[in-house]
């Protein structure tokens, strides 16, 4: 099987391509290549198996929203790959840190008004934020709420399971259903706005 799948992709800049139409077995190949390297460097990292899955959802729409957006742009000799992997990585380093802050956070004595490079920043993501809620209102509730449970409230599969009333596995490709689908109308949407 992987023989078959690296022979998909000739090259990295090919992947890039395919990632960029939004080809779906592209997706498939980076989470068939890169899901058990990064599990295994989650739970060396302070995590485990739901960790590892969590972070790598995260990491991987990180990435794809970035590609979709312009925000990431092919670099002769990059490996796609190791960027994703990093993105990956990031969103649990930062999971990481966030949870040691949360035991010890303090205001700041005096806040810092924001550069005109990040007013124009928030506006961009604001827009982009925006095509993704239009994505999700043309879900249907389930799927809606799953999704809003997952990567805004981000609650783990195990509450979402509890609330749905399904075993953990079944929520697992719960989703990635309903994570495919918001990828679809989101394509659309911004298609549609002009992204």
């Known amino acids: 099987m992987p023989a078959i799948r690296s022979a998909l992709y000739i090259s990295q800049f090919a992947l890039y391509e395919a990632l960029r139409r939004g080809d779906s077995a592209a997706y498939d190949h980076l989470y068939a290549e890169l899901y058990g390297p990064f599990q295994f460097w989650v739970i060396g990292n302070s995590g485990t198996d739901m960790d590892a899955e969590d972070a790598f959802q995260k990491g991987l729409m990180n990435f794809l929203l970035?590609?979709?957006?312009?925000?990431?742009?092919?670099?002769?000799?990059?490996k796609v790959t190791?960027?994703?992997?990093?993105?990956?990585?990031?969103?649990?380093?930062t999971e990481l840190q966030s949870a040691r802050l949360r035991n010890r956070a303090a205001m700041p004595a005096s806040l810092e008004?924001?550069?005109?490079?990040?007013?124009e920043q928030d506006l961009e993501r604001m827009v982009?934020?925006?095509?993704v809620q239009q994505a999700l209102e043309m879900l249907k509730d389930e799927c809606r709420n799953l999704m809003q449970w997952f990567y805004i409230d981000e609650l783990s599969i195990r509450e979402i399971a509890e609330r749905l009333?399904?075993?953990?596995?079944?929520?697992?490709?719960?989703?990635?259903?309903?994570?495919?689908k918001l990828?679809?109308?989101y394509l659309k949407t911004a298609k549609q706005s002009g992204l």
């Not at 970035?66 to 990059?78: I, P, R, V, W």
């Not at 982009?128 to 095509?131: H, N, Y």
């Open 113 to 119: 008004l924001p550069d005109t490079a990040d007013i």
């Open 165 to 180: 009333g399904m075993k953990e596995t079944s929520t697992k490709s719960k989703r990635y259903d309903c994570t495919e």
């Open 128 to 131: 982009l934020v925006k095509a």
């Open 82 to 93: 190791y960027v994703v992997f990093e993105y990956c990585k990031k969103v649990w380093l």
């Open 183 to 185: 990828k679809g109308l």
């Open 66 to 78: 970035n590609l979709e957006t312009g925000k990431y742009h092919y670099q002769e000799g990059a």
